[in-house]
């Protein structure tokens, strides 16, 4: 364990569900991100989150809308996917600002949308 | 902004033989510079990293080099084994952006 916890670890869903993917990090850590990993883009960035508050959204369409109701826990909730939205996806956390001390990554959700 | 290139996308080698993956980035004010290996059904570890202020770092089998005049950095793995064979990706922080930028990773397999 790498103190980043990612659940479920796969996920099949329809593309009519709502779902939602679940991190959480007891690192003391206060800044958390999102990434999403495919073939073709192998890391992806999708949000960023500083003391809760979002500081990045990298174009990222509006079916996947994040969450980060505290420092220890973020979720990425799901709707209306579309099967090239299948892939891993990964959360990881740093310290704000101090991403030169590296960032801890979760196992990944693995999702697939049918 | 920042970007990172790495090569080579893949790398098989034999067992006992030497792996290196090299990176260049773009931004000379970036000035921390990780390397994370991935194996199957995990997320990305960190494994080694180094920093503006230093030309070479080593953690037993593993070191890492840093030229920051030709902006450019590499991982070398001696006496390779075949648990070294993963995914490794290298990044680069401090420029511009606020987030590290990662490179698209390197397939390693270690053959016995």
């Known amino acids: 364990e790498t103190g980043v916890t990612q659940t479920p670890r796969h996920l099949v869903m329809g593309m009519t569900n709502k779902k939602s993917l679940k991190c959480e990090q007891h690192l003391g850590h206060n800044a958390m991100y999102w990434y999403k990993q495919s073939a073709k883009k192998p890391l992806e960035l999708m949000f960023v989150y500083n003391f809760k508050e979002q500081t990045e959204n990298n174009s990222v369409p509006s079916r996947f809308s994040p969450e980060c109701p505290n420092s220890s826990h973020l979720f990425l909730h799901l709707h209306t996917l579309q099967p090239e939205d299948s892939a891993l996806y990964l959360c990881a956390s740093s310290q704000p600002g101090q991403a030169n001390y590296g960032y801890t990554f979760g196992s990944g959700t693995r999702l697939t949308v049918v | 902004g920042e970007n990172v290139e790495q090569h080579p996308s893949t790398l098989s080698v034999q067992e006992g033989d030497s792996a290196v993956i090299k990176c260049t980035y773009s931004d000379s004010a970036s000035n921390y510079f990780p390397w994370y290996k991935q194996e199957l059904g995990k997320g990305p570890q960190l494994i080694i990293d180094?920093?503006?202020?230093?030309g070479e770092k080593k953690d037993q089998r593993i070191a890492v080099t840093l030229n920051k005049t030709a902006k450019h950095f590499s991982l070398h793995i001696t006496e390779t084994q075949p648990e070294d064979s993963a995914v490794y990706f290298c990044a680069a922080y401090g420029g511009s952006q606020g987030n590290l930028i990662f490179g698209k990773g390197t397939k390693l397999s270690v053959k016995p």
């Open positions: 180094i920093r503006s202020n230093v």
